[in-house]
């Protein structure tokens, strides 16, 4: 079955702990993207990917990295958490310029 | 800059009512617009497109570059349709989706 996969779906962690959020796509989708979902904000994008090696900004990056060593893998990094990344996290990946992106089933972060 | 407003957060209709649910956008360019939906406890996932000019579970949307909006609609809501929606915006290509804050779709029986 076609899908992105995002682990862990809930995670509570303390301010400062090193985490990654693993996502994994099975399309062979050359970009890849991750967005932050908060009430009243609807989804803002963090950083996208537009193939292996390649990745970029979006609107909120502050506090993440990714990386994107493989063409399937694209895991989010908060290397020092805070409690305001406490959000709930979608990954999605999209097989060409302009068309439908699919999102994984999202994490549930709190960091406290 | 790119922005996409939608101006309800919630909106509850009777079912087999019409159903608008808006959505404005400013652009400076050509835009994709999208509609996505997330059902409960499922994940997002498209339901239109501007490009494909379909209807989708019953839900058509025009883009009006005048007014430059989007806004979805269905004749007759039925209660599978609550939800949460979400306007979209590419900006080049769908890796660079702009959302909107999203209108949660409440379809009273």
């Known amino acids: 079955e076609a899908q992105v996969t995002q682990n862990p779906r809930y995670l509570i962690t303390v301010t400062g702990k090193k985490l990654t959020v693993t996502c994994s796509q099975n399309m062979n989708h050359e970009y890849m993207s991750w967005y932050r979902q908060d009430p009243g904000l609807g989804l803002r994008q963090i950083y996208y990917?537009?193939?292996?090696?390649?990745?970029d900004k979006g609107d909120v990056p502050e506090g993440y990295k990714v990386s994107r060593k493989e063409k399937r893998n694209f895991p989010l990094i908060l290397e020092s958490p805070s409690p305001n990344q406490t959000s709930l996290y979608f990954c999605?990946?999209?097989?060409?310029?302009?068309?439908?992106?699919?999102f994984g089933q999202g994490t549930r972060l709190t960091v406290v | 800059a790119q922005r996409v407003t939608q101006p309800e957060k919630l909106l509850s209709v009777f079912k087999g009512a019409p159903v608008e649910l808006k959505c404005n956008y400013s652009?400076?360019?050509?835009?994709?617009l999208f509609w996505y939906v997330q059902y409960s406890r499922q994940r997002l996932q498209l339901l239109l497109r501007?490009?494909s000019r379909e209807s989708i579970k019953g839900f058509t949307a025009d883009l009006n570059k005048g007014e430059t909006s989007f806004h979805l609609k269905k004749p007759f809501a039925q209660e599978e349709d609550s939800a949460m929606y979400y306007c979209a915006l590419s900006r080049a290509g769908a890796q660079k989706l702009v959302f909107g804050q999203g209108t949660r779709l409440t379809i009273n029986p």
């Open positions: 652009y400076s360019g050509s835009p994709e």
């Open positions: 990917s537009m193939n292996v090696e390649v990745t």
């Open positions: 999605a990946s999209i097989p060409v310029e302009g068309t439908e992106a699919f």
């Open positions: 501007h490009i």
